[in-house]
């Protein structure tokens, strides 16, 4: 996950033209399963096949239903005693919802969602809030999940920091390698164990 985060980090801040020309076809991308790490993966290789305007939609398509999950999970601890907690919640409910708003008027310039991208996104991200719910710790159950879901998120918005020409994409991307890598920056200062 550390490798990918630096990765990440490195392609929001200078992503030579060049690399946005690479064929990474042949490259596995998966996206770990925001549940648990453990959890099986979202298989990437169906977006890494796509180029210009498919593309394009298909991200979004998945971006929206994975921010959708890491509001539903926000939501479960927005009641939390811990100060800390509560504000990350905030702040993804806020910003995260922001972004949805910004995806879907994107979307509606690529004839609206991909229903078997969002389907598919949809159904890895369905058992999250329930877990944190479920969990005899919540808070740590949301700063756990949330770890290998904004991780997921950075590996999408990095493919689209290769893939995408839309500048509106682009920008979103960067902005989600941005403000995820700060959060799981401050994610790993909780006690997890």
Not at 77 to 90: E, H, I, N, P, Y
Not at 129 to 137: D, I, P, R, T
């Amino acid at each position: 996950m550390r490798t990918t985060l630096l990765t990440a980090l490195a392609l929001s801040v200078m992503l030579p033209p060049a690399l946005a020309q690479m064929n990474h076809s042949g490259m596995n991308h998966t996206l770990p399963s925001a549940g648990t790490q453990t959890a099986a993966t979202t298989d990437m290789s169906a977006l890494d096949k796509l180029t210009g305007k498919a593309f394009d939609r298909a991200f979004l398509s998945m971006m929206v239903p994975h921010h959708q999950a890491a509001v539903a999970m926000s939501q479960v601890v927005l009641g939390s005693k811990d100060a800390r907690v509560r504000g990350w919640a905030t702040a993804i409910i806020r910003d995260q919802n922001r972004e949805i708003s910004q995806m879907n008027t994107l979307l509606r310039g690529y004839g609206g969602v991909d229903p078997q991208m969002a389907g598919m996104m949809k159904t890895t991200m369905s058992s999250m809030a329930a877990e944190v719910k479920q969990a005899g710790n919540k808070e740590r159950a949301f700063v756990k999940g949330m770890l290998p879901h904004h991780a997921s998120a950075i590996d999408m918005a990095t493919l689209a920091l290769q893939k995408s020409q839309n500048q509106g994409v682009l920008k979103l991307a960067r902005d989600i390698v941005r403000a995820q890598a700060q959060e799981m920056y401050e994610f790993q200062t909780y006690p997890l164990r």
